[in-house]
C-alpha cells in the first residue's frame, strides 16, 4: 500500500504483503488440487503432528474444561491473576532459585511482553538491537511504537556465534543512544533453531557488563525470548543459562524474559504470557511491573483469566503437572526426531542449514530466497522465503518430508543459483 | 511515583494510585470487618446479584465449555476469526442494515478497540476528544502512546447535552491540528449513565459532516464505544441511532465502534471486542482493516480464539442466540431496577445526580468528593470519588441499598460542603 487515505503512518511500513500468510495460501491451494500427502506444508507456526494435525496437550485442554464460570468470565487483575505470576517464575526458573528481585506482569503471549519492554525501556526513534537472523514481528513491535531495529550478524563464517559482531554493534548503538534494549530469541531461536552455548552466554553477559560499567548513565535491558524453551530438549539443561543472567548485575544492565504459553502448553490461541525481569535492586523490578501495568492498562487492559487460571492449576497439583510434562515430552520427541532427519539429510544432501540445534524452525541461507522458494512449489515444498534464505518449519511436517526435503533444496539452489 | 529509576516516561503520568482499586480494598476490609450485609461496595465495574456474586451467563459459558480442543489452542488470525466478524456485525447491528462500508477487527475488549483507533487516526502529541465527565482509562490509552485527552463540558446548566461546547471544542481542536478523534460513550455512559438521544446524535452528526465538509484536509473519526448497549433497555430501541452514524458521510468523516463481550455477554475475562468502521469509501474502510490488523501484529498479536468462536456458535443458531438474549434480559431487568430505585430515592431525597438513563454507573456531581467518601465510608457506602463528583456502581449493588444510599449522600455532602 503505498499511500494512506485517511490513517495515519506514524512512522511505520503499511504493507499488507505478509509472506507466510501468502505462502501458506499457496500451500493450501495445492494441497486442495493434488491432495494433503503430495504437500509439506512448512510454513506454520505451531507444532502439527505426522498427519497435519495441531498438536493440542490434552491435559491442558482437560484443565480448561474443568473451570468455574467466574474463572471465564471474571476480569483478571491488570498485572495478572497472583498465582498464575508465581506459576510462571515456577515454570521459567524450573529447580533454579534466582538471587535477582525477580517480577511478573500477564501479557497476551510472548508478543505482549517485548512490547511492553520496549515500550519502557526505549524511547522513539530509539534502535532494538537484535541478530540479522530475527523473527520478522520484532521489527513490526519496534515500529508500531515508532522505534527500529538494529542488527549485528548472528553468525561468523564458521556459523559460530559472532560475539565480536554482537560487542561491536552495542558500543556503536550506545554511542548513539543512552538506553539499549537487546532482543535474544534463545533456546531454539527462530528462525534458525541455534541455541546460544554457555559459553555465547558468557560472551553476552561480560560484554553487557562491561558496557553497562563502562558509563553508568547507559541503561541496558537485554530481553530472552524464550518462547521455544519447553520444545528444545531437557527441560533443566535448557534452563543451564539462567544463573549467567541471574549473575553480579550492575545497577545499570536489567534482564527480561519474555515467557509464553503458546508453544509449552499449546495455547496459541488463549493469549497468555508474562514478561519477568531480574535485577539486584527491588525498586527497578518494582519499577517494571508499574511500568508494564500501566501499558497494559493503556494497551489491552487484562489477559485472558481461564488460560491463566489453568496454568496456575497445572503447577499447584503435582499430578497434573507431571501429565502435561509427560504428554509434553512425547511430542518433543518427535520434533527432535523432525530435525534430526532433517539435518542428517541436509548434511548428505551438501545443504548448508543454519546451526540448528533445537526448535521448529531451521533455515538454509541463500540468494534468490523467492526463485528457489518457487522451484520448491513444484514439487510440493512450501517454505518461507526470508531476505537472508529460506526458513522451514519442522514443527509442521512429518519426519518423512524431513527426510525428503534437503536433496530437492540442494537441487533447488543449483538450478536457481548456479552453485 | 515521582522519579523513574530504569525505565523510561515517555509523556504518560506515572503513578500507582488507583482509585477504584484502593476504595475497592477499603470495603474489602470492611466487609473482613463487619461483613457483606453492612457494607455496599460500589466501585466494581462488573454486574452482580443481589447477594454480591458476578452475574455470568451460563449459556455462554456452556458454549465455551463445549468447544473443541483447537478452539483453544489455535491461533485466531491476526484480525480475528471471520465468523467471529460477520457475529460482531450482527450483534452491533441488530435488524439495522448499515448501507456504509463496514469493517470490523478483533481487539482485547474495547479497551484495545480504542488504542486501534487512537493509534492509527491520531499523531502522537495530537488531542482525542470525549467530554469531562469520562471513564478515566481512555486518558490512560491516549497517553500510553503520547497523545492526550482534551474535554468540553458534557452538560449544560439544565443538565443536557452541551451540543454547544461540543461544536466548540471540535472547532478549536481543529484549528489546532487536522485529524481528530473523538469518543462518545453511549448508550449508559460511564460514568453518569447519560445516553445520547436522537437530537443529541443529530447534533453530533450534523456539526462533525459540517466541520468535515468546511475543510476537506481535516480528517474527522468518531468512536462510539458501546459496551454497555445490551444493558441498557430494549435492544431496538438503543440501536436506534445507527441510521444517524449511517448517514451519507463526507469523505473525510469516518465513524468507528468499539464493541466488547465483557458486558454483554459477560466474558470480561476472556478478552473479545472489536474495532468497527463505517466509511461511505470502501477503500478507507479495507485501510481501516489494514492498520488495525497491523497495529495488533505489532502490539498483542491475535486474540482470543475461544471466545471469538464461542460468539460465532451463539449467533449462528438461532436457539442458543434466543437463550443469550433471554438470560441477559432478566439480569438487565435487575439492573433497571437498581437504577429506577436509586433515581426515585435520589429525588426523595433532594440528591443532584447526573441525568442516568441507563447502565452500570450513575454519578453524583459535587465538591470535596474525597471527603465525601470518607463521611459515606463510615456508612459502610464506597463510591469512586472522581474529579467532579462521585461514581456508584449500580451494577454492583443491590437495589435495597439503591434505596438507602441517596439521602446518605446527601447528608454527607451537606456535612461536608454545607449545602
Redesign the interface.
Known sequence: ?AN?????E?G?T???DDKIFSTNKLAQEMIARVGKDKVANATI??LLDDNGK?V?L?SV?KV??ELG????????PIAGVPSFLESVKKVVFGSYQPKAHVEAVST??G??AI?NII??????GDAVLTSDWYWG?YS???????RKIATYPLFDNDFRFNHRAFAEKVEELLGQQD?LVIILNTPAHNPTGYTWSAEDWDHVVTTLKNTAAADKKR?IVLAADIAYIDFAGDEEEYRSFLPQIDVELPE?L?MTIAFSM?KGF??????AGAALCL?R?P??AK??K??CS??A??????????SMVAMAHICQDPDLWQQVREERAKYREMLIRRGRAFTEAAREAGLLTTPYDAGFFISIPCLNSDDVAAVLNEDGIFPVALGKGLRVSLASISEEWCRIIPAKMAAAIKKVNGN
Open positions: 500500500m494512506l487515505i485517511f490513517a495515519e506514524n511505520r503499511i504493507t499488507t507456526g505451531a495441531l493440542v490434552s485442554v480448561l474444561k464460570p467466574e474463572d471465564y468470565a471474571e476480569y483478571a497476551p503471549g508478543t505482549g512490547h515500550q519502557n525501556y526505549t524511547r522513539r514481528p513490526t513491535i519496534a515500529h508500531e511504537i515508532e538506553r541503561k545499570n536489567m503458546s499449546t495455547m496459541y490461541g488463549m493469549r535485577s535492586n525498586e527497578v519499577e517494571f508499574t511500568l500501566l501499558s492498562r493503556g494497551t489491552w487492559s487484562n489477559c485472558t483469566r481461564a
